[in-house]
């Protein structure tokens, strides 16, 4: 360009539109003026107060649009900014303006189209609108010559945050702090498995507190490396997730590093997947040393790879002609940081595992059978030992509701006593680097003599759970225990009979062909017969002796 030229660009930084005015007669001019001299599109981002925050110079058929840092979104609906922008041959709005428009959340966007005729031209505007199922995000208006254009922008605005704002949150109050978040499911399973899956992602949402908005399952041919959803859909998903003033994404899946960066860089929502949620329920659970340690542990080795700088200029300077330089970069500092502290908690859960490992000789020592209540999280499993040994341990219907292990003597009849244990629920899709978290858990059922697995029976997916349940105690090497199948919230059938016959047809079935105990943990005479097979197991032969 010539030295005019960025003389002009320079100048437009200087301009200043008043407050309730899209853009004014001469800034507009100058810009099309310009634009058509450089034969290159134009653009300014404008704020609220009038100022020109940037120039942005394109090429014949488009332009890019810099990363906003000055102008986060935050908890706004708005950013605060409008596109003033050429059209070259006086085409109108873009597909690619209206999903600036949407993705970046601009207060407007409008076209200048230029006209052949020199000093002529036309101008069409897009604005967000707020949701409605099966329309666009956004509405545009006709085009019109500029001479016509009037519009009040400060009262425009401000109608338009107003109408967003009842269609993103209605009558309800957003409390500070609260998270707001979309589900997304990108899978190949079955569409029943997938819905099911999303399910349980709603319950895990409604534990770690995020009020769940909207719910997305994509189930395409093959995984996008970057997105794990196709581009197009993931650009919808974040459109949606702004409209309705989510703060949060949720993936089904678990999301590698890339493609949480890929993601991020895309929205500036949180992004995090059913591992991560999984993590922050269990930090905000954990009371004992033992749970707080193993989930620190945990969340760092979650974190550790996914650690990132910003490009090249972040990697180490290595010694050395042509390798001097500053050294360690923070990236590098933080991992190793993380390394070390690693390092230093596994030394002390070695050393917590040793104190468990004394506790547990103890209790086999004195010779009282060990029982291990094991099942799918929120099957009721602290709610059976409160009752059996009127305990007060945390109950919630809650996932996850309690993650460190209790332990309980029950007292039987003639001064006869078992020491029975609460362990962590299970769960589908658990991974390994969690359950690796939870080895005084799993110690725990190392010495069990006897396996109690509790079922929800009045959940319609109990034999999906059943079978997890069996699959992760295989993957511990815990197949050839004895186990105990009791078929818990048994009071719930007569009304699952009128709501879901079909369901409690198959409870009953399943009961009769596994040889289950139903019971109801909150109802004490219930627990007779539970009560008697463990008799029957441990003491059949002093029954048979007398």
């Keep these: 360009m010539k030295p005019s030229q960025h003389k002009g660009l320079e100048r437009l930084y200087r301009r200043r539109v008043p407050p309730h005015e899209v853009v004014t007669t001469d800034l507009a001019r100058e810009l099309v003026e310009l634009s ?99 329309k666009a995000p956004y509405r545009t208006d006709r085009p019109q010559p500029f001479s016509r254009f009037d519009l009040d922008f400060s009262a425009f605005v401000e109608t338009l945050e107003t109408s967003l704002h009842q269609a993103a949150n209605g009558t309800r109050v957003v409390k500070k702090g609260e998270e707001r978040g979309i589900l997304i499911s990108v899978t190949k399973a079955s569409l029943d498995e997938a819905e099911d899956s999303i399910e349980e992602l709603k319950e895990l949402a409604r534990t770690a507190g995020v009020e769940v908005l909207d719910t997305v399952i994509q189930r395409p041919r093959q995984f996008n490396p970057r997105f794990l959803m196709g581009e197009g859909k993931m650009r919808d998903v974040v459109i949606r997730a702004l409209q309705l003033n989510a703060s949060l994404l949720v993936f089904d899946q678990e999301l590698s590093p890339t493609q949480i960066r890929s993601i991020s860089a895309m929205t500036e929502l949180k992004v995090i997947d059913r591992s991560q949620l999984i993590l922050d329920i269990f930090a905000r659970r954990a009371q004992s040393l033992d749970g707080k340690v193993q989930v620190e542990l945990a969340q760092l080795k979650y974190l550790l790879p996914r650690l990132t700088g910003r490009g090249v200029q972040m990697s180490r300077l290595m010694g050395g002609i042509g390798g001097r330089g500053p050294g360690e970069t923070k990236l590098e500092i933080d991992r190793r940081r993380i390394r070390d502290r690693i390092a230093r908690l596994e030394k002390e859960l070695k050393e917590l595992s040793h104190g468990r490992y004394q506790r547990r000789q103890k209790r086999v020592r004195a010779g009282l059978p060990i029982i291990s209540i094991v099942g799918y999280t929120n099957a009721g499993k602290s709610t059976l030992l409160n009752t059996l040994t009127q305990s007060d341990v945390f109950t919630e219907d809650l996932l996850f509701a309690t993650l460190d292990t209790s332990t309980r003597r029950l007292r039987f009849p003639r001064d006869r006593e078992v020491i029975i244990t609460d362990t962590v629920g299970f769960i589908r899709s658990l991974p390994k680097s969690l359950m690796g978290a939870f080895k005084a858990t799993l110690e725990e059922l190392q010495d069990a003599d006897l396996l109690l697995h509790l079922v929800d029976c009045s959940n319609p997916r109990f034999e999906e759970h059943i079978s997890q349940v069996e699959t992760i105690l295989e993957e511990l090497d815990l197949g050839a225990k004895p186990r105990l199948l009791v078929f818990n919230k048994a009071d719930l059938l007569p009304d699952m009979k009128k709501r879901d016959p079909l369901t409690a047809m198959k409870v009953r079935q399943v009961s009769r062909r596994l040889d289950a105990i139903a019971i109801s943990a909150t109802d004490r005479k219930s627990l007779a017969p539970l009560m008697d097979e463990l008799q029957r197991r441990f003491w059949s032969n002093e029954a048979a002796a007398e």
């Design 36 to 134: 058509r001299e450089i034969r290159r599109q134009l653009g300014l981002l404008v704020n609220r107060s009038g100022d020109v925050e940037y120039v942005i110079v394109g090429d014949e058929r488009g332009l890019y649009i810099p990363e906003l840092s000055d102008y986060p979104l935050g908890k706004k609906l708005l950013r605060e900014l409008r596109l003033i922008h050429t059209h070259l041959k006086g085409e109108s709005l873009t597909d690619d303006d209206l999903t600036d428009l949407a993705l970046l959340r601009l207060d407007l966007v409008a076209a200048l189209q230029l006209s052949p005729v020199e000093g002529q031209f036309s101008i069409q505007i897009g604005y967000l609108a707020p949701h409605t199922p099966g």
